[in-house]
C-alpha cells in the first residue's frame, strides 16, 4: 500500500525566499506529524495535527514557520523568509492514532543558500 | 522533560558478528519506546516498539530490543549483522501528541 509521500524531495530557496512543503499521510490516518532534521541529528519535533485541528506546535522555531492540515489529509509547512539556519530534512510522519507508532515519509531536503 | 541518549555516535563492527547499540531515556511515565533506521536519503524505518508486557520485543530485519526500567535502557540487538545493515540507528521514546523525542543516532559501519 501507499506510504507517507512528500513533495519536493528536494528544494533549493535563496535566503529570503518563502517555501511551502507538502505531506500526504497514508490514507485514513488521524495523526500527522512534521519533524526537522538538521544534518547529523535526530529529528526534532516541530508540529501535531489531529485530524484538522493543530493541537501542538510547540516545537515551530520561529513564526515564520507555519503548518496547515485544512482537509485532515494532506498537510502543508510554510517557511516564509527562509534564512540559511532553516536548512534541513523536513520529515513528516502519520499514525493511526496518537499513542502510537509514526510511519515516516522519505523527508524533503531544504538548502538555503 | 523527556529525552534520549544514544552514547555511541558511530559502531564498526564485522560482517556476521553480533551488534548492541545502547539507548538510555528519561520520560516520566511509562515510556512507549522504538528504533527507527534511516538509510541515506530515505525517511525512517521502524524497526521495533516497546508498548507494555514483555521486556524482549522482536522487530523486523532479525534486530531485538530488551527494555529495563531499572537501567532506562532500550538497548537494540542483531546477533549476525549483514553488510546491508549499515545505517544509522535511531532510538526513540514519546508518542503523544508532542511528538517522539530521539536520540542523536548511532552510525553503523560493516566492516567486510
Known amino acids: 500500500g501507499a506510504g507517507v509521500s512528500q513533495s519536493p524531495r528536494y528544494k533549493v530557496a535563496k535566503r529570503g525566499q518563502d517555501v511551502a512543503l507538502r505531506c500526504d499521510p497514508i490514507?485514513?490516518?488521524?495523526?500527522l506529524f512534521w519533524y526537522q532534521q538538521a544534518l547529523g541529528q535526530g529529528p526534532e519535533f516541530l508540529t501535531y495535527?489531529?485530524?484538522?485541528?493543530?493541537?501542538?506546535k510547540s516545537g515551530l522555531p520561529s513564526d515564520r514557520f507555519f503548518a496547515e492540515r485544512p482537509e485532515g489529509s494532506v498537510s502543508t509547512l510554510k517557511i516564509q523568509r527562509t534564512q540559511q539556519e532553516d536548512s534541513a530534512v523536513y520529515l513528516c510522519a502519520s499514525s493511526p492514532r496518537t499513542a502510537l507508532e509514526q510511519y515516516f515519509g522519505p523527508g524533503t531536503r531544504l538548502t538555503v543558500t | 522533560a523527556q529525552s534520549v541518549t544514544q552514547p555511541d555516535i558511530h559502531i564498526t563492527v564485522s560482517e556476521g558478528a553480533s551488534l548492541e547499540l545502547r539507548c538510555n531515556y528519561s520520560?516520566?511515565?511509562?515510556?512507549?519506546l522504538f528504533w527507527y533506521v534511516q538509510s541515506p536519503g530515505q525517511g525512517l524505518q521502524l524497526l521495533l516498539k516497546?508498548?507494555?508486557?514483555?521486556?524482549l520485543v522482536q522487530g523486523i530485519k532479525g534486530f531485538e530490543a530488551e527494555f529495563k526500567r531499572s537501567q532506562s535502557s532500550f538497548n537494540l540487538r542483531k546477533p549476525s549483522v549483514h553488510w546491508s545493515d549499515a545505517a544509522e540507528y535511531f532510538c526513540?521514546?514519546?508518542?503523544?501528541?508532542?511528538?517522539?523525542?530521539f536520540g542523536k543516532g548511532t552510525h553503523l559501519i560493516i566492516q567486510p
Open positions: 526513540a521514546v514519546g508518542g503523544g501528541a508532542d511528538g517522539l523525542t
Open positions: 490514507s485514513g490516518h488521524v495523526s
Open positions: 495535527f489531529q485530524n484538522e485541528a493543530q493541537l501542538d
Open positions: 520520560y516520566g511515565a511509562t515510556p512507549y
Open positions: 516497546y508498548f507494555s508486557g514483555d521486556t
